[in-house]
């Protein structure tokens, strides 16, 4: 630790226009490995002496980096020891997302300056990001003032970055973890971030879409939903909905909407969260947390379902057929745990495994270039071309994904060949079959061979859905045998939408609206591609 006259040796220089007199006044070791170009270009905002893990280092402050190399007496050219001991580390800037003055603090209240803390998020192996600190020891008051107002600055840059989130938090989701998980392991992070927040839990189904057509976001950076899947679903439907009523447009019937105002952050709290998953690549609470501070933003695809001309609700995924009648009867059985529940329902859905009499539609996907651009900016798309197919038949199930939909029984995803943002939907289709055979496909979500690969599976990249059922089979057999109290309506089909029921008692058309909003994410190709920026830690 740098104390007597070590620490009157350390210096401060703003600006880099003293740089000489900095490297007159500690040993002059080459770097151990020669600089970027664009590194040795960068200016020089500070350099002194702290300590880091208990060796006296020569640190350097530049505009996009944090670089240090221990200082160590001389040694001749050549020396064994000379590139260990002169090994330069570094730390991005971008990586940092908050500065503290450390302190000793003892029973009295006093408390002695010890140095800086930094507050770094790191990027792991399977997409997981952690936090993690470098401590900067040096016992000088003014020489830690002037690094700490520095830091400060460099990230008051960062201006993507919320500093005010409005959070929505259910209490109820998955085994009514949500609580827990946001006050133990989100929010003293959105502290040391200092990050402000407002924290409403909601009390009822719907809770979220109604705060959010009144309240006052003008303060808020974004709005961070603490739950599961339907949790999620609910509160970017309701976002979408207030940006379409504040463009004054009507909210029931619409051909281009617009995107919604404030980014959307997702913290895994749900049973199977679908869309934090495909968001990070990892249900993991705290990645989640740290992409919301960083302020990474990926802008996401979102389908609208209507039916007769009306808008039923805006979501991200939807089944029809098994995968609505196993939602339907798990809805039913409340008092069950969510594992308990899903089993059952999967179970008896099997049991009384029945197609679907329907038609669908569809409009396949145009990967034109100057179709898609035109897409992305929002202009509606001519209907002279379209050349909408249409098959019939008795179904098993129907899925229109606009998202992977990975999660833990699905790591591959339940549409690996869909991206969050690629403009496009995946129609999977299963036909009628056996039950042997439809167990068998199942299966296959859970490992790595293709699920796909089955004569009474068929697969189509589409932009447009329509689906209209012809009859009633299994779905109202179930529901009478099964209804408490008639919670369920006699005539309507059951639709499974981002994990919420829906039900409809006619057709359905899914239509895509390419990245309709920005959730708080960086895609996992990025992320993969990336490396660790810190070669300390």
Not at 392 to 402: D, E, P, R, Y
Request: proline share 6%; with cysteine.
């Amino acid at each position: 630790m740098p104390r007597g006259r070590r620490g009157s040796r350390v210096s401060a220089l703003e600006g880099g226009g003293e740089e000489e007199a900095a490297a007159a006044a500690v040993p002059s070791v080459p770097w151990a490995s020669p600089q970027p170009p664009e590194a040795a270009a960068e200016q020089v905002l500070l350099r002194g002496i702290f300590e880091i893990r208990r060796s006296s280092c020569d640190v350097v402050l530049s505009e996009r980096a944090l670089k240090w190399r221990p200082i160590q007496p001389e040694l001749p050219a050549g020396h064994s020891k000379y590139d260990l001991l002169c090994k330069e580390e570094f730390l991005e800037l971008k990586d940092i997302f908050s500065v503290k003055l450390k302190r000793r603090y003892f029973a009295s209240g006093a408390g002695t300056l010890l140095g800086i803390t930094l507050f770094i998020c790191l990027k792991k192996e399977q997409n997981k990001l952690k936090d993690s600190t470098l401590d900067l020891i040096n016992l000088s008051e003014d020489h830690c003032d002037i690094w700490f107002r520095q830091f400060k600055k460099i990230l008051a840059g960062f201006t993507n970055r919320p500093k005010s989130l409005k959070i929505l938090l259910n209490p109820q989701s998955h085994k009514k973890e949500a609580t827990q998980v946001y006050y133990e392991k989100v929010e003293p992070l959105l502290k040391i971030a200092g990050i402000k927040t407002d924290v409403t839990i909601t009390e009822y189904e719907g809770h979220a879409l109604s705060l959010l057509e009144e309240c006052e976001l003008q303060g808020f950076d974004g709005v961070v939903c603490v739950g599961g899947d339907g949790s999620a679903s609910e509160v970017a439907h309701a976002l979408l909905l207030r940006a379409q009523k504040n463009a004054g447009m009507e909210t029931h019937s619409f051909l281009t909407p617009v995107r919604a105002q404030l980014p959307l952050g997702v913290i895994p709290a749900g049973s199977t969260n679908v869309l934090a998953h495909s968001l990070h690549g990892i249900p993991h609470v705290v990645t989640a947390t740290l992409h919301i501070i960083m302020g990474h933003i990926q802008p996401v695809d979102v389908c609208t379902f209507s039916s007769t001309g009306k808008l039923l609700r805006f979501g991200f995924s939807a089944m029809f057929g098994f995968g609505g009648r196993t939602l339907a009867l798990a809805e039913k059985h409340r008092w069950m745990s969510p594992n308990q529940r899903r089993d059952f329902a999967i179970m008896k859905a099997l049991a009384k495994l029945k197609p679907e009499d329907c038609e669908i539609s569809f409009l396949p996907f145009n990967s034109s270039a100057d179709l898609q651009e035109r897409r992305l900016q929002g202009s509606p798309k001519s209907d002279c071309n379209d050349q909408w197919q249409m098959i019939q038949g008795q179904f098993l199930n129907v899925s229109i994904m606009a998202i992977p939909c990975l999660c833990s029984v699905a790591p591959r995803g339940l549409a690996p060949t869909t991206r969050l943002n690629n403009g496009s939907m995946a129609l999977i289709i299963v036909r009628n079959t056996s039950r042997p055979e439809f167990i068998k496909h199942l299966k296959r979500y859970a490992s790595v061979k293709n699920q796909f690969n089955f004569p009474f599976v068929e697969t189509y990249t589409v932009d447009e859905v329509k689906v209209y059922p012809k009859n009633k089979t299994s779905a109202q057999s179930q529901e009478e045998e099964d209804r408490p109290n008639g919670t369920a309506s006699e005539n309507s089909f059951p639709w499974n939408v981002d994990g919420d029921l829906m039900e409809v008692t006619s057709e359905v058309h899914v239509k895509l609206h390419p990245r309709l909003i920005n959730l708080y994410g960086e895609s996992m190709e990025e992320m993969n591609d990336s490396k660790v920026t810190c070669n300390c830690l």
